[in-house]
T-cell receptor, first 110, second 113 residues
Framework: GQQVMQIPQYQHVQEGEDFTTYCNSS?????IQWYKQRPGGHPVFLIQ?????EVKKQKRLTFQFGEAKKNSSLHITATQTTDVGTYFC??????????FGGGTRVLVKP | EAGVTQSPTHLIKTRGQQATLRCSPI?????VYWYQQALGLGLQFLLW???????NRGNFPPRFSGRQFPNYSSELNVNALELEDSALYLC????????????FGEGSRLTVL
């Protein structure tokens, strides 16, 4: 079955620095979605990418969908303490089953 | 506009008992998804309901079941509870077909003793 993998599993970032988290699917995706889950909270939808090579920005967050539509990345610039949480990517498998990656847990050092 | 609501927030059961979790989707959403999130881990797909029908299920044993009601609310039933069923159970809703993401509730934390 489809597998979605994310690296790194953990990311310790100094406040103000940039970082990138990566998402890879074993199959070609029709779209890729990103979610953020704050500690103790529930996943919150951030964005969906549909087109090959698509790039979308939300303030300090830049999302990219790979040309082959099998990978994606999330880049955060000038990390802030509010960026703490786990970032999940998710892609649809057969039968509309949205498969989530294992997530990248982001910890920010002030 | 109200978001996805789940109840109960917390539930404590003992091994062998049954648990019932409930979910009300966002108004206008006809699809409901259930996910299991064990402590500190990722989201595992359980079930997808749309228009009252079960459309897909994940790799979970049959003792995990559910249904969707005519008002699109849903419940998840877990029979013969085992210790490893302890987890956060998340319900999400979307328009059907999903496009534009899932909207999650705050979850029901099930503890099996």
């Amino acid at each position: 079955g489809q597998q979605v993998m994310q690296i790194p599993q953990y990311q310790h970032v100094q406040e103000g620095e940039d970082f990138t988290t990566y998402c890879n699917s074993s199959t070609t995706l029709s779209n890729i979605q990103w979610y953020k889950q704050r500690p103790g909270g529930h996943p919150v939808f951030l964005i969906q990418l549909v087109k090959s090579g698509e790039v979308k920005k939300q303030k300090r967050l830049t999302f990219q969908f790979g040309e082959a539509k099998k990978n994606s990345s999330l880049h955060i610039t000038a990390t802030q303490t509010t960026d703490v949480g786990t970032y999940f990517c998710a892609g649809p498998a057969a039968g509309n089953k949205l498969t989530f990656g294992g997530g990248t847990r982001v910890l920010v050092k002030p | 506009e109200a978001g996805v609501t789940q109840s109960p927030t917390h539930l404590i059961k003992t091994r062998g008992q049954q648990a019932t979790l409930r979910c009300s989707p966002i108004s206008g959403h006809t699809s409901v998804y259930w996910y299991q999130q064990a402590l500190g881990l990722g989201l595992q797909f359980l079930l997808w309901y749309d228009e009252g029908e079960e459309r897909n299920r994940g790799n979970f044993p049959p003792r995990f079941s559910g249904r969707q009601f005519p008002n699109y609310s849903s419940e998840l039933n877990v029979n013969a509870l085992e210790l490893e069923d302890s987890a956060l159970y998340l319900c999400a809703s979307s328009m059907a077909p999903p496009g534009g993401g899932l909207f999650f509730g705050e979850g029901s934390r099930l503890t099996v003793l």
